[in-house]
């Protein structure tokens, strides 16, 4: 009899999912509590999957021999708790991924910043230096659905904690791990511990045939490497000091130590700021490892062009510049793109809290923004942040109105940065769709 795999989450890692245990000749059933994007029923409908939406049968999941927990279902969710209390596996797309990869080898990055962008400049240098390969996970298809319909020797992995809470066995050939901040504490009891216990997962099954680049400027990842011990080959970045092997960055020399070590001028980076400094090492470090040659390295982070929605340049209206920073969903992302600003800035900040934190971003507010346009449905603990801080603070609830503002209140060589440090459910279905609102809106200047 075939194994009764149960999906809960009809997203892009659920349906996903669905297609690979389809495939793979398992029973699935797919169930969501809320609803199905259109063409993800007709995509479940096509390949002849079982599926509801709306609500949960329990009766036909906790008949399964296995359950995948889509990323964005809490622990605590009633249904996942009524899986576990039956003593049914609950698994990530990860593991299941994991299991049905073959040969492939697998990059993975997690971090609490900079992980987007790292994971696409891999992604470049790879496919330009001719490695066939694919970007998935939080960017474009889900791992588990590029695995059913289109498998590539390589993949490059964008994880996420959520991601690497519930895996077995899930072991990646390469783990980057960019940094661990304040992030996504709603989800983990507002534990800051329990999260970082989820980002080192990434590296609990690596063996010494593998490799782990790490950040060894990041204090909270250098504190708790003893207690998270690993068995991959190490391969720390730093800015503040010269390392055997890894890379680090000296007197504006950015120098890759392992593979075909080389070294390569800071300012022909293509991205700018001290945290894509680290990004683009991480990047290196990685592609070395793979095998491609110096030259290819060099070519492709020259040329990397900035991602959607992370530092991008929108336009310049009559001397002022907009920056669509909508995917700062957390406050550290946020101080990286204030650190990275030379001009005074009107800042667009709000949306829901995870459990923020400004005071880590209070001193770098103090000295470079002039004034704060909040756009949100609840401001109450921005305001209460830097209401003595800063000078100006508009409430808006609409991306059309915080940029009429920011404006209004802007003057020719500012910038107006919508550097959310928040989630965006309340007011938009996602950062993308904020960004392209924001984009919209000073298109309409």
């Not at 299991?99 to 080898?105: A, D, L, N, Q, V």
């Not at 783990?175 to 709603?186: F, W, Y």
């Not at 490892?289 to 020259?302: C, F, H, L, T």
Request: with cysteine; net charge negative; charged share 25%.
């Amino acid at each position: 009899m075939n194994k009764r795999i149960v999906i809960l989450g009809g997203g892009e890692s659920g349906v996903g999912s669905a297609l690979l245990c389809k495939q793979q000749g398992y029973e699935v059933f797919l169930s969501d509590g809320g609803n199905i994007k259109d063409h993800y029923q007709r995509e479940l409908e096509a390949n002849l999957i079982d599926f509801e939406f709306g609500g949960h049968t329990p009766d036909k999941i906790l008949s399964a021999d296995e359950v995948m927990k889509s990323p964005g279902i809490p622990g605590n969710n009633p249904m996942v708790l009524q899986v576990v209390g039956n003593n049914i596996p609950v698994i990530s797309e990860m593991e299941l991924a994991y299991r049905h990869k073959g040969e492939s080898k697998i990059i993975g990055i997690t971090g609490s910043n900079g992980k987007t962008t790292t994971t696409s400049l891999i992604y470049q240098i790879l496919a330009s230096a001719g490695v066939d390969c694919a970007i998935v996970g939080n960017i474009g298809n889900s791992i588990a659905r590029q695995i059913a319909t289109d498998p590539k020797p390589v993949y490059v992995v964008e994880i996420s904690s959520f991601q690497l809470d519930d895996i077995i066995s899930f072991r990646p050939d390469i783990a980057v791990l960019t940094n661990i901040t304040e992030d996504h504490l709603d989800r983990y009891d507002h534990d800051f511990k329990k999260y970082i216990a989820a980002k080192f997962n990434i590296v609990k099954h690596q063996t010494a045939e593998d490799f782990f680049i790490y950040n060894a400027d990041d204090a909270v990842t250098v504190h708790y490497l003893d207690q998270y011990p690993f068995n991959s080959k190490p391969l720390p970045i730093s800015m503040q000091k010269e390392l055997p092997k890894g890379a680090f960055i000296r007197e504006g020399q950015m120098n890759v130590k392992n593979g075909d070590a080389f070294a390569m001028s800071i300012f022909d980076f293509a991205l700018k700021g001290k945290h894509n400094q680290y990004n683009t090492m991480a990047a290196a470090v990685a592609s070395s490892v793979v095998g491609i040659r110096k030259d290819k390295i060099r070519d492709a982070v020259a040329s990397f062009e900035s991602l959607e929605h992370r530092m991008e340049k929108v336009a310049t209206v009559k001397g002022i510049d907009f920056i669509n920073d909508s995917k700062a969903t957390n406050v550290n992302s946020a101080w990286f793109a204030l650190e990275s600003m030379d001009k005074p800035v009107t800042l667009i900040l709000g949306g829901v809290d995870k459990g923020n934190d400004y005071d880590l971003i209070k001193e770098m507010v103090a000295e470079k923004v002039k004034a704060i346009i909040c756009l949100g449905t609840d401001n109450a603990k921005i305001h209460a942040a830097f209401d003595n801080v800063v000078a100006t603070i508009i409430d808006t609830t609409s991306a059309e109105d915080a940029v009429r503002h920011a404006y209004a209140v802007s003057q020719k060589g500012d910038v107006v940065l919508l550097s959310p440090a928040c989630a965006s459910f309340d007011l938009f279905k996602n950062y993308e769709d904020r960004g392209e609102q924001f984009k919209k809106a000073v298109k309409a200047l």
